[in-house]
């Protein structure tokens, strides 16, 4: 579904990513690891258009989507939700929904109907599918960290994404926050016929949900593989895992 070859994207003299490559398979759930600073969401930024990369392909279900603007990438199938929660915290959860459902049914310049009563119902049945239904009508910023967390990934859920890209889901939850997004976004890959690339930071989660897993570190791939092989791969545990996860 997705094929990322050799991309390459520097800040002024320092190069971010240097030669990234990963492949998602669809429905898989795919997982990118890396210390901090390693590239992961200038990898992510790069494949949801966010930054366009200086060398290598970008290929979407077989087109290549290199550079393409974020709408235009949006458009084709990949939705994202951001390492730093990107909502609009003056509206209420349920508008926050509505604004990308209407956006991605390309309704949102109809100024003059009643915006209110569009998209009532596949707003509701996302919120549903993310357990915020009971707090549609509160102000989006007066929700918990968690909470928010998880409102972003249904506003991307808004855009019937086939590709869902997390960039740190669970930073900032509690430990019980944590499990149920865990168990949320399994659910959410079963239930919706969603691929799902992530990176995060907390090795247990990654290794209880991710088929696939690719190890970034300065910017570079240093392997994808199976949980097994990356937990066993000796270039990994020296590099990043140092045995943590043995
Ligand atoms: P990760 O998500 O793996 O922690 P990032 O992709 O955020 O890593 O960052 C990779 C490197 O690129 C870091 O050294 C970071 O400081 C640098 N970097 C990221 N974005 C920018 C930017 N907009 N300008 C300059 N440097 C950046
Ligand atoms: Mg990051």
Redesign the pocket.
């Known amino acids: 579904m997705l094929k990322v070859e050799g991309v390459e994207k520097s ?2 003299d ?1 190069k ?1 990513v240097r030669g990234a490559n990963l492949t998602v398979e669809r429905g898989d759930i795919v997982a990118v690891i ?1 210390p ?8 992510f930024n790069l494949i949801t258009g966010q930054l366009k990369p200086e060398r290598g392909r970008i290929l979407f279900k077989g087109e290549d989507i290199t550079g393409l603007p974020p709408y235009e990438i949006c458009k084709k199938g990949i939705a994202r939700s951001f ?1 730093i929660v990107n909502i609009f915290h003056r509206l209420t959860v349920f508008e926050n929904v509505q604004v990308a459902v209407l956006a991605h049914q390309g309704k949102s310049s109809q100024l003059f109907r009643p915006a209110r009563k569009l998209a009532v119902e596949k707003t509701e049945e996302l919120l549903q599918s993310v357990g915020l239904l009971d707090k549609a009508y509160e102000v989006a910023g007066t929700l918990s960290h968690g909470d928010q967390k998880v409102l972003e990934i249904a506003i991307a859920l808004g855009n019937d994404p086939e590709l869902l890209i997390l960039d740190e889901p669970t930073a900032g939850m509690s430990p019980e926050e944590t499990a149920s997004t865990i168990e949320l976004i399994k659910h959410l890959a079963e239930t919706r016929n969603l691929t799902i690339l992530f ?1 995060e930071h907390d090795m247990e989660i990654v290794f209880s949900i991710a088929k696939s897993i690719m190890v ?1 570190h300065q910017g570079q791939t240093l392997l994808q593989a199976s949980p097994e092989e990356v937990r066993r791969d000796p270039r990994v545990q020296e590099a990043y895992l140092g045995g943590e996860v043995c």
């Open positions: 800040f002024g320092f971010a890396g901090n600073g390693a590239g992961k969401t200038t990898l390492q990176c970034m």
